[in-house]
């Protein structure tokens, strides 16, 4: 593809995933008043670029998703690295499961709560309502709490999710 295809498409010809260090990502962390070690604990740094030629990059957060996509934030950037998919990360044995629809929801709601004190399910997407409901179905004697935005795509997916998640709170 040449690189005005790839760019009208989204399509990076280039892209790369290191640990998180840029400056500029911290500083963006920063002014959005997240914790900078709970996203280093959770975000990766994505280098790329739409023009394979040029040798330069760009660089945002990169979240990672359960089919090994990422979600993309920076100033300058909210997008996302196919495929796109539900980020479910369960490593607190009896605690409950928190979904929130994008990952900056969830590294707020950390640096909030002063640590990652519960499970949780970052949708990255309304679109991956139903996926989400089939993971958290796996989960009926935990308490599923839900953090969705209060608009109408929120409180759509909301519920949605009541319904078909008896253990699920809004």
Not at 29 to 46: D, T
Not at 86 to 102: C, L, P, Y
Request: net charge negative; glycine share 6%.
């Amino acid at each position: 593809k040449n690189d005005d295809e790839s760019k009208e498409k989204g399509v990076f010809a280039l892209f790369d995933v290191v640990p998180l260090q840029a400056k500029g990502l911290y500083a963006y962390l920063h002014q959005r008043g997240v914790n900078h070690a709970i996203a280093k604990s959770l975000c990766m740094e994505a280098h790329y670029s739409f023009h394979a030629e040029n040798g330069k990059y760009l660089y945002a957060l990169a979240f990672p998703n359960d089919k090994g996509g990422y979600e993309l934030r920076s100033p300058y950037i909210k997008g996302s690295k196919s495929p796109k998919a539900i980020s479910f990360n369960h490593q607190i044995d009896k605690a409950s499961i928190v979904v929130f629809e994008g990952f900056m929801d969830a590294l707020s709601f950390f640096t909030l709560c002063k640590g990652i004190k519960h499970n949780f399910l970052v949708l990255n997407s309304v679109v991956n309502v139903d996926a989400a409901i089939t993971k958290l179905q796996e989960w009926p004697d935990t308490v599923v709490y839900l953090l969705l935005d209060n608009d109408p795509a929120g409180e759509e997916a909301t519920q949605k999710m009541l319904s078909a998640l008896p253990n699920a709170k809004d």
